[in-house]
DNA sequence: GTCTATATTTTGATAGAC
DNA sequence: GTCTATCAAAATATAGAC
């Protein structure tokens, strides 16, 4: 395990207020007190407050790219590709609880990478689509329109991180499990 | 149609910038410059900037806890009270889609309304529930956790704001009766 | 690597004229 | 109801000493 540098500490720690208060309301002087340190020692670290935001949303925004393609190139059919997707979000939404909050709420607020993140969400979602097209065209899922199931399923794993924080007595797998019954099978009986 | 008030339209205004670059983001220039006056104008109107915040989000949130009361009170079964539910949420999202991000994401900078808001939410999720509770007594619905069916129908309904105003072809009979049959039966075939 | 001191902007909000 | 002028506080960030 390699030791985390001074930045890296940084940047988990912004991560943690920013999900408390948003990138906007978190200010140099709340982070630096949470490091115990005064605010201008950050910059020897970390050359602007954009900084840390780019490096939270594009580091897991790529992880989600990465993971999507893998699952796109497995032999999988459509029901196994969508327990897959769901695997892929419980585990790094437990991994960032912090940084999902970023990446759900601030995006907005990075700059030169903005376009580049709304690229990738937008080919992360567009291999969701297909997968869900798929599944219509050889019958294993119902013929109901794919956008909305993209949706539905989508902002719930999306949301993940709100909700797992409080259950720490659920484990992973479990979690993973219960999820797929109910997005994909449904509660009714 | 009562005419809107200076008041009213200020707080209109606000909710769409909220919802685009959140509350901390939004200052009481950008808000003027979008209603074409400077800022020291809006203080005629307002108090603070802090109250803007809580007309949003307390407004709508007493219009989820009226209609959860009503659907409560009605004699309907648990899955007829989902579908109640899920009306309701797509009604109160399409009526107040900047409203709606305000409630998600910045309830936390309200002040001294913030433990109100979080107590007509905690009562929201308790009705919720209860029902599902019912629901699962009863045979209605499958035996699974109630808090993960909770957080998963109830975090795809709270994001609806995002995803109604692309989606104006569909009508919003049709957008309730589609997500019925994904959030309640599955998508599974 | 952290500090003090400070520069520069921006913020929410008020006072008073029109 | 809106304006100009302004305040006081808070923001990001830099310079230079230790």
Redesign the interface.
Same mark, same amino acid.
């Given at each position: 395990m390699k030791k985390e540098t001074r930045q890296e500490e940084i940047i988990r720690i912004a991560a943690r207020l920013f999900k408390?208060?948003?990138?906007?309301?978190v200010t140099m002087r709340d982070l630096a007190a949470e490091m115990g340190i005064k605010a201008a020692s950050l910059y020897n670290h970390i050359n602007s407050k954009q900084y840390i935001l780019d490096m939270i949303i594009i580091t897991l925004a790529e992880k989600f790219t990465d993971g999507m393609q893998q699952i796109q190139s497995s032999d999988d059919n459509c029901?196994g590709k969508l327990k897959q997707i769901i695997e892929l979000h419980v585990k790094l939404s437990s991994q960032n609880i912090y940084g999902m909050a970023s990446l759900n709420?601030?995006w907005?607020?990075l700059a030169e990478k903005r376009d580049y993140y709304k690229k990738l969400r937008s080919n992360y979602e567009e291999d969701f689509r297909s997968i869900l097209e798929e599944g219509i065209a050889s019958?294993?899922?119902?013929n109901? *329109?794919p956008?909305?199931?993209m949706?539905?399923?989508l902002? /719930?794993l999306?949301?993940l991180y &709100?909700?797992i924080p409080k *259950?720490e007595d659920?484990n992973l797998r479990e979690?993973s499990a /219960?999820?797929n019954?109910?997005? &994909?099978?449904?509660?009714? *009986?």
């Open positions: 408390e208060k948003g990138y906007s309301a029901i709420n601030d907005m607020h019958g294993e899922i119902v109901e *329109k956008e909305v199931m949706f539905s399923i902002t /719930t999306r949301s &709100i909700w *259950k659920l979690l /219960t999820l019954q109910i997005l &994909i099978k449904g509660i009714n *009986k």
